[in-house]
């Protein structure tokens, strides 16, 4: 009985076990629960600390993540990071694990305010308004004082369509005509904000569209052209060459990663970044075309 007692305790902890574990008192593990800073489930009233995950949130703190063998990235679909994230991956073999999952800026975020994942990647809006929107949406949430803001890189963002499939090449605004079908973003993506904009400026909101198709990502939205299940969708001129598919230009947006500081610093995501300024990754992006990467690692917001 004895036994099965100390099992279960080694795999949750209450606030007296988890203050003995960590050496803190328990007025403190309190405060770290409120602010959200350490892995913990109420129970029947009760907080409790999954032990795994306080090895995991200790170990993410040891020489500001260094160590660590991971790196989660979600948050806006890219086809040139998707690219060099597949790349890299295989020449980590077993060594680390690297994974990236389009969920859409604002899931992304979420996840990230959770601690679910390492990285974010956030597109809102157009490039010139980007230094002031992506502080904005980021402070938005509990734990951005702890974030900063890295530079992915720049690109060419517009609306895809396939000219073979249309008996006209539509033109802005025409081309939001309610003959056309359109596939277009879920809530909270970036590339629904960037359309309702678009929209906005000729006088017309996402309600006049037909829309006939929601996509989860950019790709899917492409895909949709692709497999006849809608006219238009907006996107990037990236994604317009990967389907073979025609682009109208609507100007270009930053492309940045949200991440806490700790992890900026693991040899993950350095290498990540030195991953997409590399010959390799500067090759695609001019494959793929519409990508400026100037600026890829720049630190663009949060050094106070």
């Known amino acids: 009985m004895s036994t099965v007692l100390e099992n279960k305790i080694d795999v949750f902890m209450n606030v007296r076990q988890v203050s003995n574990y960590l050496h803190l008192n328990e007025k403190k593990i309190y405060a770290l629960v409120n602010e959200g800073h350490i892995p913990a489930t109420k129970i029947t009233g009760k907080w409790m ?3 795994e995950l306080i090895d995991k949130w200790m170990l993410d703190s040891t020489h500001n993540g260094l160590l660590h063998d991971r790196l989660i990235i979600a948050g806006s679909d890219d086809p040139l990071l998707y690219r060099v994230v597949l790349r890299f991956t295989e020449s980590l073999g077993s060594k680390a694990l690297l994974t990236y999952t389009s969920t859409g800026t604002r899931q992304g975020l979420d996840l990230l305010n959770s601690d679910k994942v390492d990285a974010c990647c956030i597109h809102w809006g157009p490039e010139q308004e980007s230094a002031r929107r992506h502080p904005s949406l980021l402070q938005q949430y509990s ?32 081309i939001f005509d309610s003959k056309f079908r359109w596939s277009v973003r879920q809530a909270g993506s970036g590339g629904q904000r960037y359309l309702m904009e678009v929209l906005s400026k000729h006088g017309m909101n996402y309600n006049m569209l037909n829309i006939t198709d929601t996509s989860l990502s950019e790709r899917e939205a492409a895909a949709s052209i692709a497999l006849k299940k809608a006219d238009i969708a907006s996107g990037t001129r990236a994604l317009a060459s990967e389907f073979g598919l025609d682009f109208i230009s609507l100007g270009w947006e930053a492309f940045d990663f949200a991440i806490p500081r700790n992890i900026w610093f693991r040899h993950l995501f350095q290498n990540l970044i030195a991953s997409i300024k590399s010959d390799l990754g500067q090759d695609i992006a001019y494959q793929l075309g519409g990508y400026q990467l100037s600026q890829c690692g720049d630190l663009v917001w949060g050094d106070d």
């Open 49 to 51: 600390f999954p032990k």
């Open 143 to 174: 734990k951005h004082s702890d974030w900063v803001l890295i530079r992915a890189f720049k690109r060419e963002q517009g609306l895809l369509f396939n000219s073979s499939s249309l008996a006209d090449t539509p033109k802005v605004p025409a």
